[in-house]
Each structure stands twice: as C-alpha cells, then as structure tokens.
C-alpha cells in the first residue's frame, strides 16, 4: 500500500495508519454519502476532501453514494448537481455512482432476518406517541403495547407494509433493544417507515423506506467501506450502526469515525434552511454568489485549489468551533494573487480631460498581465487625452497618507505619463464632473521608464473614455448580520439586506468577451469574474470574489 505522505496529520489518518500497520485492510475505502436533498455546500467539501483525499493518498477508493432513503425532497437535479460539483472540486469516484436504493432488496432481507431473530417488530402506535413513549435521557422509556408480537405475527404484517397494506403513520418496523437505554437513539429505533412517494431511481417499486441509520452501516458494508467517516452529531449513532451490523449475517463490519462539522461564521450551512432562502427568494438560487454552496462559490469565482487549501488548513478534529469567513477568503486571495491577471477596471468613475494633447490624441500601451509571473504575457490597452479614472483616487484636499490625485497635484497613469490636475467643474448638486489636466510630455513614451525624470508621485489607474466597455460591478457582504445565525431560532430575520451592491463603471476593452472562469484582479478594487449567468457581451456583469486586504483585519484589533 503507498506510504501515506499526509501521515498523522489528523486522527483518521493516524487509525487508517495504524490499521495499515496492523494488516487490518488490504485497501483503504471510504464513502462521500450524500443526500440528494439540495444542493452541496463548503461544509460538504469538508467531507469531500476528507473521504476522496484519504482514497487518494493512501491508494485507496472512495465510492459516492447517494443517501436516498427519502424519496419526499429527492430528485434527479440534486443528484446531477452533486456530481458536477464533486467532479469540479477535482475528485473521481471510483466505479459507477452508488445508490442506498441499490440495496433496497437487500436491505428489505436484513430487516427480516431481525425480525426472525426477534430483534425487531412492527409497531402501530402513531409517530407522536412513539416519541412520548421514548421518553428523555433523564428518564427511561415505555414499551410499546406491540413490542412483544411473535416473530410470524412480525413477518406477516411487515410484508402487508411492504404490500401497501397500511396507510401512512399507521405502522412501522422498530428494532427491538432497550427503552431504557441510556442513549436515545437505542431506544428501539424506527428501521422502516411508509411512504407511498414515487422515487427519483426505484420509481414506484416500494412504499416502505428504510431509515438511514438502519441503511447506511448496511450500504458501507456492502460496499466494502473500511472507514465510515461522519460528523459528531452521529457519535451515539455509531452504538446502532454497530448494533445493526452485529445482528445480522453480514460479511464486513465497517467502523465509523466521527469529526466536526465545518461552521462558518455569517453563514447557515443546512440544506434546509439553504432552501428556506432559496424558495422564499432572498437569493436568486443555490448558485448565488452569496450562497455558501458549492455553486455559489463557483459563480462567485472561487477556484477548486483554493475550496480544497481552505478544507487543508482548517483540518479534521473533534472540536466543534466557527470558522472565520476571512479564513476562507485568504485562500483564494493569496490563489488569485499569484494566478489572476491584473486589468483595469473603474467602479465609480469621474471623467478627467488632460488638455495638452491633441483631440484625437491616441496612443497604445503594453501592460504587463501580471507583476511577477511573466508567462502571463503581456497587453495593449489604449489610452488617450480623455479617461476615466476612480472618484476616490482624487481629492481636492490634501489628507494624510493619500497618495493619488490632489487638485494642483501630480500623479502618475499606469504606465502612461505623470499628469498634474489643474482644476475641477462640479454639477449642481456640488459634485465632480470632471478634472482638467495637463500631462508633463516629458514622460510619455515610457521615459520615466529609462530613468528619465524619475518622480516620486503615486500612481492611479484609468481606462480611455473611447474605448471603456460599460460593465456592472456587483460586489457582495455577508448573507447574515450576525456571526453564527445557524443557532438562531429565526436565522432568517438576521438576513441582511445589503448584501449586494451594484455599481456601474467601465472596464478596458480587452475584457469585453471576459469568461466566466477567468478571474482578474482589477487594480485597488480586488479580485473579479464575469458572471456566468448575467454576463454577456452586450451586457459585462462582474461579480467580486473577494477584495484585495482583509476587511475584518480593521474590525478584529
Ligand atoms: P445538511 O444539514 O447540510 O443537510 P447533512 O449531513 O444532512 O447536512 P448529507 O447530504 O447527509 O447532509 O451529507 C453528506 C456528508 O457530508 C455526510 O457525511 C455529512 O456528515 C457531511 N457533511 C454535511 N455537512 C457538513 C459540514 N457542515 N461539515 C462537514 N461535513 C459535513
Ligand atoms: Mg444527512
């Protein structure tokens, strides 16, 4: 088996290597089981890197399998949503995709070799009563009158669940433990319910389901699983799971391992509350830049590299803690910083006219794609006597630490000339219009360049007003007001407001046919794509992936 070079990073890895050790396992198998109830998120990614990273490292598989066990909010989207994202975070399943429902025959045979064991039977106390007679941790539970029904009594009114006998809620099968038990979860658990819904792959051929805990040890054994990894919220599950498994005449006897969930701070990370803000539109859908699903992440412009870097350096441990959004935005900051290509965008733009070149003064400019990494190759960008330039890079009076254009001041143009600004006209309302200029000719041609009249002025940039392409900028906050709205009763009234903003500016002309998938870095106002939704070539939209520094830097000291 190939040596594990992630060794003793985290506490899987350190059992998966000792059972390695130990000769326990020919071949590592781990499992990403999801439910294809929505669509996945970043905690989800979590999950991915953990089980197809393990799969990988140490030469092993790692099978999909689709936990689908409730057909109600199932279907086919989610499920193809799900492996397009799987596949764009760079991991391969092995084999064909798995599903629960694959086993559903098998399944179906287990629940009644525990019936035959006496160890399970069907119940016909409704659900309310089931959970007041499964009482609380503090206080044992009661029996139900139906628990001590012979095993052919058993046998007969299960298949008439199976046979669609019972309306809905009228029974179920229960595995027969210990009502007193000191966990919940072993307080006769349901293992099959009824549900006359049609299924997204078994279409109409059952009315009855099993629950996950009785399906999922069951599909891992199955199929082979080694290590059953899941978040501690199934740690008490882990006594059932090997409960079921002890019962029945199975071949392989998975153990489960559990570790945190990701949180993350301003954020829901459930894929029912997800939906909550998808079906009563506060976003536009699950890919909305905003949205902390997998898609979401993608639109916005986040790459592959930078989901799997974040899941890397939070890591896997048993402490339930709230990841910091300036966390995950630092991985595809210092990504994009090293890989984006820089080009010239204005936000919020004033016109300025420098008034000593000719009218029709046209010039064209090579423009390094990016500072350091020369295989990015290089640009033309027109310029010309009449640009566009930030509002905020000008100011009339002179503040501390401003560096760009003060009226009566120089400043330098990327990569054009020094210009010095020699008066303003304002509209009505008392704001700019325009900044007249004049430009120190002595520093066209790229002179400054070759060291001559070398000056220490800052340096804005601009885009020619003839050829500036009109884009819209749409730049996006946090989707809560409040750090961990996932505890909140009512997460949905911290929803806040202003989470989009949309400004309308110009871009250079070269990113007039930008794609998607290509991220940039537009100068002082952070890193942008298109969007693959709204974008078109009539119509620039760039949504902002994150900007240049940390913003909560300021806030957290
Ligand atoms: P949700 O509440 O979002 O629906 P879930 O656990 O019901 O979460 P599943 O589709 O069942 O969603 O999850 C598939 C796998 O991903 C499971 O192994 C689950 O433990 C893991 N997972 C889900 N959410 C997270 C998270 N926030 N952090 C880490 N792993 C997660
Ligand atoms: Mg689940």
């Known amino acids: 088996m190939k040596k594990n070079k992630h060794q003793s990073t985290n506490f899987i890895r350190q059992t998966i290597d000792k059972d390695i050790s130990l000769g326990k396992y020919k071949k590592i198998h781990t499992r990403f089981p999801p439910e294809p109830n929505g669509y996945l998120h970043i905690g989800h990614a979590k999950a991915i890197c953990l089980n197809f990273g393990i799969a990988k490292d140490y030469n092993g598989n790692c099978n999909l ?19 397009q994202d799987i596949s764009w975070l760079g991991f391969c399943w092995n084999g064909n995709v798995c599903y629960t429902s694959d086993y559903f025959d098998q399944i179906y045979q287990y629940a009644i070799e525990l019936i035959k064991k006496g160890l399970a039977y069907v119940d016909e106390l409704t659900m309310q009563e089931i959970k007041d007679y499964r009482g609380v941790w503090t206080k044992p539970g009661k029996n139900s009158p139906y628990r001590d029904r012979s095993v052919e009594e058993n046998l007969l009114l299960f298949d008439n669940m199976r046979k669609g006998f019972f309306k809905e809620g009228e029974a179920c099968l229960r595995a027969k433990i210990d009502m007193s038990s000191s966990f919940i979860v072993m307080r006769d658990p349901v293992l099959y319910r009824i549900k006359f819904f049609k299924h997204h792959q078994t279409k109409y051929d059952w009315c009855i389901y099993p629950m996950y805990d009785f399906a999922h040890c069951i599909s891992d054994s199955l199929e082979g699983i080694t290590h059953s990894l899941c978040t501690l919220e199934f740690l008490d599950n882990r006594r059932l799971y090997n409960w ?37 539109n506060y976003v536009e859908g699950w890919d909305d830049p905003r949205m902390p699903t997998i898609s979401g992440l993608r639109r916005r412009g986040y790459t592959p590299s930078s989901i799997r870097e974040f899941c890397q350096r939070i890591g896997i441990t048993k402490q339930q803690n709230l990841i910091e959004m300036s966390s995950l935005e630092s991985c595809i900051r210092d990504d994009l910083n090293k890989n984006a290509p820089r080009a010239m965008a204005i936000l919020d733009p004033i016109k300025l006219i420098i008034q000593n070149l000719p009218i029709y003064f046209e010039k064209n400019i090579l423009m390094n794609n990016h500072p350091s990494k020369t295989e990015l190759g290089n640009r033309t960008v027109k310029f010309s006597n009449q640009i566009w330039i ?26 054009a000339c020094i210009i010095r600004s020699d008066y303003i006209t304002k509209d009505i309302k008392g704001n700019i219009n325009c900044i007249y200029c004049t430009c120190d000719l002595n520093t066209l041609d790229n002179k400054h360049i070759y060291g001559y009249k070398i000056k220490n002025v800052g340096i804005i940039h601009w885009i020619s007003i003839l050829h500036a392409i009109p884009a819209e900028f749409r730049l996006y906050h946090n989707l809560f007001n409040i750090r961990n709205p996932e505890i909140e009763e009512d997460f949905l009234s911290n929803i806040n407001l202003e989470s989009i903003e949309i400004k309308n500016g110009y871009v250079e002309q070269n990113l007039q046919n930008a794609e998607a998938t290509n991220p940039y870095q537009f100068e002082r106002n952070g890193y942008f794509c298109a969007d693959s939704i709204h974008s078109s070539k009539d119509h620039l939209v760039f949504n902002r992936i994150v900007s240049l520094r940390d913003p909560y830097k300021k806030s957290r000291c």
């Open 65 to 83: 399998r689709f936990d689908d066990t409730n057909p109600v909010n199932e279907n086919n989207c989610f499920v193809e949503s799900i492996k």
């Open 244 to 280: 079921i498994l002890k019962n029945i005449s199975v071949s392989k006897r998975p153990n489960q391992y559990e570790y945190s969930r990701l949180n993350l701070e301003y954020s829901v990370l459930s894929k029912r509350k997800l939906n909550q803000l998808v079906n009563k």
């Open 390 to 415: 930030e509002r905020s890079d000008f100011l009339e009076q002179r503040t501390e630490n401003f560096k760009r254009l003060i009226l009566g001041n120089e400043v330098r143009l990327r990569n």
